[in-house]
């Protein structure tokens, strides 16, 4: 952007008063060796100790751009050392020495309120910030119906019976009416949902929703082969999934499928693709 460099140009400055400062030095001693007097003395003197100050300061600090591994001067602290935690910080307060402490257990937000946007007004709690309810919010039915899996405890599947669905497990088996209500009806449901489809998970499974890989691939990622080949969402194996667990997936990803909870924010939308992924597999004669 500019033609001259400023550190360049401001050790130069440096280095012409240093230069008149021991110009003024010598002739300051010429002067007084020839033993002159009077007011010329004087502006000798002051100006000698002016530059001299000047000379002693760039001698304790340093040039324009000179690097050292000592610790900085800070003659105005500001707001440099506060007392609080920094990021990965030391706390001698608590046994473990973490001072980045998870909330208590079976604790919750107070309110929610967005106190900077509001300015500390606001007409009532929100619910989407309490996340009180973890059927819409996590797709979560029963969080203690956990089964042992190979010594492990996961989540317990739902229970069928004559092919039906006769009870839920540790997800929901059915999109929450919650988000029906929210939608304003399945109809715009499926539209909300084939929009976000189409912007967040086409590009890895293809508008169809059957990924793959290669020439075979609906996606622009498996065509290119830009990651793992992404998974066919019209297999059985994605059919007999509950509605909850596919909400989860998309909330926080599951094996080499990233989780997109950060980028689509809004509950409502997540189960918007849940069920127009339903509707996918109805649409190709696959649906549950």
Partial sequence: MYSLDATLFMNAVVLAVLGAAALVLLVTLFAAWRGKRGRVMSYLYMFTALLGTFAVAVAALG?????????????FLDMKYQAKY?????????????????????????????????AGAHSAPNPDFLKADKRYYFGIADASAKENVNGADVPAKPKWEGGKLVGEGYWVNHVPPAAVERAGGWEPLFKRG?????????????????????????????????????????????????????????????????????????ALDRWAIVAYVRELQFAYGSGK
């Avoid at 040039?63 to 003659?75: I, M």
């Avoid at 910080?89 to 909330?103: C, E, I, V």
């Avoid at 065509?223 to 667990?245: E, H």
Wanted: charged residues 20%; aromatic residues 10%.
């Fill in 86 to 118: 920094t990021a990965q910080g030391q706390s001698k307060y608590f046994a473990d020495g973490r001072s980045s402490r998870l909330p208590p257990a079976d604790t919750v937000p107070f309110d929610g309120t967005d106190y900077t946007a509001d």
């Fill in 194 to 266: 084939q929009v976000q489809f189409n912007r967040h998970c086409a590009v890895c499974h293809g508008t169809s929703g059957r990924g793959g890989t290669g020439e075979v691939a609906y996606g622009i990622v498996g065509a290119y082969g830009l990651s793992a080949p992404p998974k066919n969402v019209l297999d059985i194996t994605i059919q007999t999934q509950p509605d909850g667990m596919l909400f989860d997936t998309v909330s926080n990803g599951r094996g080499t499928m990233p989780g997109y909870g950060h980028q689509i924010r809004d």
């Fill in 63 to 75: 040039f324009r751009g000179q690097k050292s591994d000592a610790r900085p001067w800070h003659f």
